[in-house]
């Protein structure tokens, strides 16, 4: 029941969140890009929940990976306030709101290939798992940087705003690079809770 409520709330923030982004975003076509991704996950986790429900853990950080999409949607990541707010207090030449985002875009893609790959029985615990769990958030961060050139090649300058490259040579680069950061904290130290959270679950099928 407690988990029940708890996702409600993640569900209900993270719906007031993307109502509140879209009344009047700074650009609406970047808008839509931006939290495009929460609009193609939610239906599939709600889909899933019954057949296949997630650990607590990453329902919690699918929210707030949802949550800091639907934000840089809203003002576009280069123009994020918390973001120049950082920017002042230590002197950064940009923005750095779109390297959370990035962050964050190695942490939940790596928890979420680790649990399936572990619960479906298809890897056991291992070296091998946290590796592949790496190399799942890369391609994905890969991708999306694939994603964000193609998109550029068909709006050309209109998808500046989605691109927040801000002037950076190397926005690419440091996307990806902040995207394995995220990976290695999150299947180095998140790992153990998701075990036992899974362990709870998988006892609680058992016992239905």
């Keep these: 029941m407690q988990d029940k409520t708890l996702y409600a709330t ?14 009047a975003p700074y650009d609406r076509s970047t808008w839509l890009l931006e939290v495009a991704p929460v609009l193609i996950a939610a ?21 707030a990976h949802a949550l800091v999409l639907i934000l840089g949607g809203a003002y576009t990541y280069a123009r994020v306030p918390v973001g120049f707010w950082i920017q002042d207090w230590f002197e950064l030449s940009r923005n750095p709101y779109d390297k959370l985002g990035h962050f964050m875009q190695g942490v939940t893609p790596a928890l979420l290939a680790r649990e399936i790959l572990l619960r479906l029985g298809i890897l056991r615990h291992g070296k091998m798992l946290g590796f592949l769990s790496l190399c799942v958030a890369l391609a994905f961060s890969a991708f999306y940087e694939l994603i964000e050139w193609w998109v550029a090649l068909i709006a050309g300058q209109g998808a500046e705003d989605f691109l927040g490259t801000q002037g950076d040579p190397w926005d690419t680069q440091s996307d990806m690079f ?7 904290l999150s299947v180095t130290c998140l790992t153990r809770l998701q075990d036992r959270q899974a362990a709870r679950l998988k006892h609680s099928d058992t016992a239905g």
């Design 10 to 23: 993640l569900g209900v923030t993270v719906l007031l969140a993307l109502v509140a982004s879209g009344i």
């Design 43 to 63: 239906p599939v986790l709600l889909y899933s929940y019954r057949p296949f429900p997630l650990t607590r853990l990453l329902y919690v950080l699918i929210a």
């Design 178 to 184: 902040m995207a394995l950061l995220g990976a290695l």
